[in-house]
């Protein structure tokens, strides 16, 4: 090969070294300047052997064989000259202008304190096989400082802290993964913490969201008085649905509280659309808003209960109100209603009407044709109907049969009572025609009541039998003939003693009972008037009086009888 090589120690880096001697020996140190102050001969010779020793590559000054030069070392300008080591296989060349190539069959090292690689325009790195980049110290920084940093793999990229540390991704203007193409992209950790100061929006074809196996939670900070929203929705209309699901098996299996606020469900629920809560088919509640109001409707249905309270509302503290527009019912569909009260107390159960004049309380029973259709039951006290109202009659009827009144006890009458063979009973006048009283006064009545033919136990039925049987066999007459002057308002007894029994004539006369309307009193064949004075005083406005009522009774005139005048007293009263 052609020779056109040269050798300058100066330009052989770190070359130059300084001795004191004629020798050349390992020791010797690495000039510091290229620049040497000597003053003799010996200091340059021993410059010159220093460099020598680093050049020819001898292990020792003492061996015969000097290092060797390759004539490559520096070569012409082009070709395939090399600077090569070893063997063939291990060099340096340039095999196109501009290029530097180090090729080696085996492994290039490069061990320096630092290794810096500037290259004005791009570089590349390749291996043939898995490849690595590491530090065994301090980090490992990846800066590309004008564009897009680039990880490419071809079957995937492995971003691993496989110590102690994390794996930190931070962009100034933010951060993108998988926008290059639809791909799917898997986050595998113990702890996922994703924080954010601004918004976080996850967007997908479908969102699925999995806690596993330990509790999870969605939270809103409101942060104090600023509203701040926890928003889940379907937006898009179309056939779509938000499912809320749980398959716990505790009493709280799902919960939705609101601590502080109020709580909406349906607040926009559209006309024509349900709310339903409750199993289909079993217990359900539906609310079902619509645009005309005759369809509108709240419902609460029990499908399949059979219980008495299949359907139960309760109120623990306080009251229950059903309440509906005016002119509108509560209406009932059961097989039966039965309103019971488990309090003991008074008016526990109360019909109560208390808005105008107008209003009635009817109890109706249209198709049943028992005899006990309507029936009003007390089993351990008594039934009250009155009225309060000033002439205000309480009135029971059958248009089309008979009023039965039955007493076990017997039936008690108070007040103005009357019967009526047609339907004018009362007005606010007072007895109608086609009526009979009963009894025009309280004190009518209990004079009929102390007649000694009657006790406290005496029915009415009984005290018209009473006085049937009286008048078919009482009344009485009695006779007296005066055997000596008897002087005005004197008492004569009517008496065994005074009274002639003789003909048939009683021989004494019970006046417990007798009265003008049932007496009559003759004086010689002369029918007399009766008095109106009381008994026991002198007799006025008539010609006699009778006594206090008596088991005897007296009798006195407001004349003197004479001898020989005959007193004949007639009475149809019970003795």
Same mark, same amino acid.
């Given at each position: 090969m052609a020779s056109f090589s040269q050798l300058r120690l100066q330009q052989i880096t770190g070359s130059f070294g300084t001795t004191s001697a004629l020798q050349i020996n390992d020791g010797l140190a690495a000039a510091t300047t290229s620049s040497l102050a000597l003053t003799d001969l010996n200091g340059i010779l021993g410059n010159l052997a220093s460099a020598v020793k680093r050049v020819h590559g001898a292990p020792s000054s003492t061996e015969a064989t000097a290092g060797r030069f390759y004539q490559d070392l520096m070569v012409g300008f082009g070709g395939v000259e090399k600077v090569q080591f070893r063997d063939s296989? %291990?060099?340096?060349?340039?095999?196109?202008?501009?290029q530097l190539d180090i090729d080696a069959d085996g492994e290039v090292e %490069?061990?320096?304190a630092k290794f810096d690689v500037d290259a004005s325009s791009d570089f590349d790195i390749q291996g043939g096989a898995a490849s690595k980049v590491s530090t065994t110290a301090g980090n490992l920084s990846v800066d590309a400082a004008a564009a897009n940093l680039i990880l490419d793999g071809h079957t995937g990229v492995d971003i691993d802290a496989s110590n102690s540390g994390k794996v930190s991704i931070d962009g100034a203007g933010g951060i993108d993964i998988g926008v290059a193409a639809d791909v799917a992209i898997d986050i595998d950790a113990d702890t996922l913490d994703i924080d954010a100061s601004g918004a976080v929006t996850l967007d997908g074809a479908g969102v699925a969201i999995a806690g596993g196996a330990n509790a999870s939670s969605f939270n809103v900070n409101d942060g104090g008085a600023d509203a701040k929203d926890l928003t889940v929705s379907v937006t898009g209309g179309g056939d779509s649905s938000l499912f809320l699901t749980s398959a716990g098996t505790g009493t709280d299996a799902i919960d939705i509280d609101a601590t502080a606020g109020d709580m909406l469900v349906g607040k926009s629920l559209a006309d024509g659309k349900t709310l339903k809560i409750g199993k289909n088919g079993a217990v359900e509640m539906t609310l079902a808003p619509h645009g005309t109001p005759a369809n509108e409707k709240f419902s609460v249905v029990n499908t399949a209960g059979t219980d008495n309270g299949a359907v139960f509302l309760h109120a623990v503290a306080g009251g229950l109100v059903l309440s509906g527009a005016n002119g509108k019912k509560v209406l009932s569909?059961?097989?039966?209603?039965?309103?019971s009260s488990t309090g003991n107390n008074a008016s526990a159960i109360k019909l109560h009407t208390n808005t105008g004049t107008s209003e009635t309380i009817f109890i109706h029973n249209q198709l049943g044709d028992d005899s006990k259709a309507v029936e009003i039951l007390a089993e351990a006290g008594g039934i009250d109907m009155f009225t309060q109202a000033a002439g205000k009659s309480v009135l029971v009827r059958s248009e089309q049969g008979g009023v039965q009144l039955s007493g076990s006890l017997g039936i008690g009458l108070s007040g103005s009572v009357a019967f009526s063979a047609d339907d004018n009973m009362r007005a606010n006048a007072g007895l109608q025609t086609g009526t009979m009283a009963f009894a025009n006064n309280p004190g009518e009545f209990a004079t009929f009541r102390a007649k000694d033919l009657f006790t406290r136990e005496t029915s009415v039925i009984g005290a018209l039998n009473a006085l049937a049987a009286s008048t078919e066999g009482g009344g009485a007459v009695g006779r007296k003939v005066v055997t000596a002057s008897i002087a005005a308002n004197s008492d004569l007894t009517l008496n065994n003693a005074t009274l002639d029994d003789a003909g048939g004539f009683a021989d004494s006369i019970n006046t417990s009972n007798v009265l003008p309307v049932n007496t009559d009193v003759f004086v010689n064949g002369q029918l007399l008037l009766s008095g109106t004075s009381a008994p026991g005083a002198s007799v006025t406005g008539g010609d006699y009086t009778l006594g206090s009522p008596?088991?005897?009774?007296?009798?006195?005139?407001a004349f003197t009888l004479e001898q020989d005048d005959v007193v004949i007293v007639k009475t149809s009263a019970a003795q």
């Open positions: 296989a %291990i060099f340096l060349n340039s095999s196109v202008d501009g %490069i061990s320096t569909k059961a097989g039966a209603i039965e309103l008596a088991a005897t009774g007296t009798i006195r005139f």
